[in-house]
């Protein structure tokens, strides 16, 4: 399991402003405002041990970060928008868009193809990728009214630690990558 920390080193949230200020534009023009710089970080050696994915990261252009002893990290920037309450996250691969329902349902929307397909009884709705944050954000808005609109309640989600919750929920869904 990924641990999460706040980047608090100016150098290294420079490289993230750097590297997805696009996307940090468009998504403050949907308006997003900023959350939060983020590490996420696999177990000690996995620089090593996940040496293919690393390889498949640096086409992405990712911010990589190597904490003691050889862990392999990501740093990426988390943005928050109040309505619907969403977090989105954005990544080498794109942009990821969360937001959650007060019965543990999480709605997930993204610039990307996901390769881990919830199953039929999962409370993870996965919409279908979007090309760009703007109409990633479009379905999203759409898809959870449509759920509000069936009677779930959107829950807040605004801080770090409400990313963190919802990345981990995700993370469990790897086991069905196909």
């Known amino acids: 399991m990924a641990e999460y920390t706040e980047i608090t080193d100016l150098k290294c949230q420079s490289r993230v402003r750097a590297r997805y200020n696009r996307e ?26 996940q040496l ?11 911010v990589l970060v190597f ?19 969403s977090i989105a996250l954005c990544m080498g691969m794109g942009v990821k868009i969360y937001t959650r329902f007060s019965d543990h349902s999480l ?9 881990a397909v919830p199953g039929p009884a ?30 779930k309640t959107i829950a807040d989600s605004g801080s770090l630690g409400d990313y963190i919750e919802l990345s981990r929920r995700e993370e469990d869904l790897s086991q069905y990558v196909i």
């Open 24 to 49: 940090m534009a468009s998504l403050q023009a949907l308006g997003f405002r900023h959350l939060a710089f983020c590490i996420e970080a696999l177990g000690p050696f996995s620089a090593i041990l």
């Open 52 to 62: 293919p994915a690393l390889l498949l990261m640096l086409p992405k252009k990712e």
């Open 67 to 85: 904490p003691s002893p050889f862990r392999l990290a990501v740093a990426n920037v988390l943005l928050v928008h109040s309505h619907p309450s």
């Open 107 to 115: 709605l997930i929307s993204s610039t990307f193809r996901s390769h």
């Open 122 to 151: 999962s409370p993870i709705i996965r919409n279908l990728p979007s090309p760009t944050p703007e109409e990633a954000w479009i379905s999203h808005k759409q898809r959870a009214l449509e759920m509000e609109t069936l009677g």
